[in-house]
T-cell receptor, first 114, second 113 residues
Framework: IAGITQAPTSQILAAGRRMTLRCTQDMRHNAMYWYRQDLGLGLRLIHY???????GKGEVPDGYSVSRANTDDFPLTLASAVPSQTSVYFC?????????????FGPGTRLTVL | GQNIDQPTEMTATEGAIVQINCTYQ??????LFWYQQHAGEAPTFLSYNVLDGLEEKGRFSSFLSRSKGYSYLLLKELQMKDSASYLC??????????????FGAGTQVVVTP
């Protein structure tokens, strides 16, 4: 693995179903993030994690949950999907704690909720 | 509240220069980042400013004025492959994170032959 991977690449889901989007990084970065990207709205932060074992809420957390059991993995769960959660989801990571600390993004998951 | 504004779209000719402006209002400012995103792909990092002034990286330069809440990204000697969306992002220092990023909606740059 090089960088950040996400799975699945795309998914069509029935409303009400539970879904977990996976994210794995191999850069030993402390911080990880989940964003959704919608046309005209840009990237919006859903949840973040500073280090393994900690998580926090972003701008649009409702309907989503995350966990950070270890440094590498940061799954995003939709407990009961709704059509408004149709979006492209990006996972990102950064070293954390450095001033010019840029984020590295995964390839994204395109999710459609019907 | 936080607000980041950038133009929706700009068109320029191959070989020309384009300047993408970004204005922001935020508390706890801790850096301004520019990302490039090609259609259907992930954003990739271009540049970062935390102090006022110009940062140059090859064909790309970024400028910041913290007192004015203003930044621009300058793309020189435009190439067809520069056709992409350019995202302005502000990082805010908070007590509970290394820094939360807020992104503008992006500026779609179209390079024509």
């Amino acid at each position: 693995i090089a960088g950040i991977t996400q799975a699945p690449t795309s998914q069509i889901l029935a409303a009400g179903r539970r879904m977990t989007l996976r994210c794995t990084q191999d850069m030993r970065h402390n911080a990880m993030y989940w964003y959704r990207q919608d046309l005209g709205l840009g990237l919006r932060l859903i949840h973040y994690s500073n280090t393994a074992g900690t998580t926090g809420k972003g701008e649009v957390p409702d309907g989503y949950s995350v966990s950070r059991a270890n440094t590498d993995d940061f799954p995003l769960t939709l407990a009961s999907a709704v059509p408004s959660q149709t979006s492209v989801y990006f996972c990102a990571s950064s070293e954390g704690g450095r001033l010019g600390d840029e984020q590295f993004f995964g390839p994204g998951t395109r999710l459609t909720v019907l | 509240g936080q607000n980041i504004d950038q133009p929706t779209e700009m068109t320029a000719t191959e070989g020309a220069i384009v300047q993408i402006n970004c204005t922001y209002q935020t508390s706890g400012f801790n850096g301004l980042f520019w990302y490039q995103q090609h259609a259907g792909e992930a954003p990739t990092f271009l540049s970062y400013n935390v102090l006022d002034g110009l940062e140059e990286k090859g064909r790309f330069s970024s400028f910041l004025s913290r007192s004015k809440g203003y930044s621009y990204l300058l793309l020189k000697e435009l190439q067809m492959k520069d056709s992409a969306s350019y995202l302005c992002a502000v990082r805010r220092l908070t007590t509970d994170s290394w820094g939360k990023f807020q992104f503008g909606a992006g500026t779609q740059v179209v390079v024509t032959p």
